[in-house]
């Protein structure tokens, strides 16, 4: 009776919410923030958090699928400052358009967790001068996250991301042909494509400077770590990486396939 009372009581608390809990107890991870310098060199970070005793990354520049990947920069620490984790290399060499693909590893006084991979696509906004300030010191640059804020309530803002927009049309023109196509960086999701599709649009409704576009999402499809989905238009999409460049959830996945296993793009259906 002692036993099947348990049962019940772990039954209506979920029992499946009770076990994850307890396996992942102090290996939740914040957003880790990426700074390259340059010539070379590379400083990355997290905030502490409950539990987490220490905190190590693997990370592959540019790797090749079906090739065995060697670590770019391996390294883990315990050691916390001012609430943060960091590490930080003075060698790797970095440049801007490279694909970073890392794996986050914790330690919880325990057990060891990898977590999934995830993907970074170095932009110019994170490569700073090696030993200076790449800009006045009387000048404070607003970042993407401050941004986003911006073009809810100032026209002026609104203009300068069209602007930023147009610019990198133009540049990516030069580069090649452009699709309409991005990548929502989540654990691995089964299900029917407009379940998918859902998931996306309920990420896009969460965000106050992305709800406006969900509208703009047409379908989806499972990926690797994530869900490729399509948006309408190529101003629309372009629109989003600049909104969302600092929170690394979502990419170009233009560049992604270059290095994945196959190309998702294949399996849509064209409208």
């Known amino acids: ?58 990370l592959f520049i540019n790797p090749v699928r079906g090739k065995k990947p060697v670590c770019n920069f391996c390294q883990t620490t315990s050691n916390v400052t001012q609430g943060k984790f960091f590490l930080q290399s003075d060698d790797v060499i970095i440049k801007s358009g490279d694909i970073l693909e890392y794996v986050i590893v914790t330690f919880n006084g325990q057990t060891t967790q990898r977590h999934k991979p995830r993907k970074l696509i170095v932009d110019d906004y994170l490569i700073k001068a090696k030993g ?51 990548f929502l960086q989540l654990d691995r999701v089964e299900g029917a494509t407009d379940d998918l599709k859902q998931l996306v649009v ?44 600092t929170d690394g959830d979502i990419i170009d996945y233009d560049k992604l396939s270059a290095i994945d296993d196959i190309d998702i793009r294949l399996s849509f259906d064209e409208q």
């Open 132 to 182: 200076r300030c790449s800009c006045p010191t009387s000048v404070t640059p607003p970042t993407p996250t401050d941004t986003a804020r911006q073009v809810l309530t100032d026209p002026a803002a609104e203009i300068a991301l069209l602007e930023r927009i147009l610019e990198s049309v133009s540049k990516r023109c030069a580069e090649g042909t452009m699709s309409n196509y991005l």
């Open 202 to 245: 309920e990420y896009f409704n969460k965000k106050a400077a992305l709800k406006p576009l969900a509208a703009t999402i047409q379908s989806a499809e499972d990926g690797s770590d994530g869900i490729v989905f399509k948006v309408s238009g190529l101003i629309d999409k372009l629109k989003i990486l600049e909104l969302t460049r």
């Open 1 to 58: 009776v002692i036993v099947l009372a348990v049962v019940v009581g772990l039954g209506e608390a979920g029992f499946l919410d009770w076990f994850r809990s307890s396996k992942n107890k102090g290996h939740d991870v914040c957003r880790v923030d990426f700074e390259v310098f340059d010539p070379k060199g590379l400083r990355l970070w997290t905030p502490q958090k409950s539990g987490l005793k220490s905190f190590g990354v693997e």
